[in-house]
């Protein structure tokens, strides 16, 4: 049986100069793969960083993500906020 991967999708770079927090980032783009140059953290923990760019997929980001890191600049790979339906809690 032959498996085919999905495509990936370019990524858009987007590069912007604007810092925010990563969560801030994550409401902006639900279910996307982010690359974030991160400007602040706080005991490792990245806190806030300017969005370099959107994919649909995360491997879509990978060839960014080594450019960026070969440039010593610290990057974070995030995924957006889901929108997908979650388990139903029921008290």
Do not use: F, N
Not at 43 to 57: H, K, N, Q, Y
């Amino acid at each position: 049986m032959l498996q085919t991967l999905a495509t990936q999708t370019e990524p858009e770079v987007m590069h912007t100069p604007e810092d925010c927090a990563l969560a801030v980032w994550q409401e902006r783009y639900p279910d996307s793969w982010l690359l974030v140059e991160v400007t602040s953290e706080e005991d490792g923990e990245p806190l806030t960083g300017r969005l370099l760019a959107v994919a649909s997929t995360d491997m879509a980001l990978v060839p960014l993500w080594q450019a960026h890191t070969q440039q010593g600049k610290i990057i974070a790979l995030l995924y957006g906020r889901s929108t997908e339906a979650g388990p139903l809690v029921v008290a």
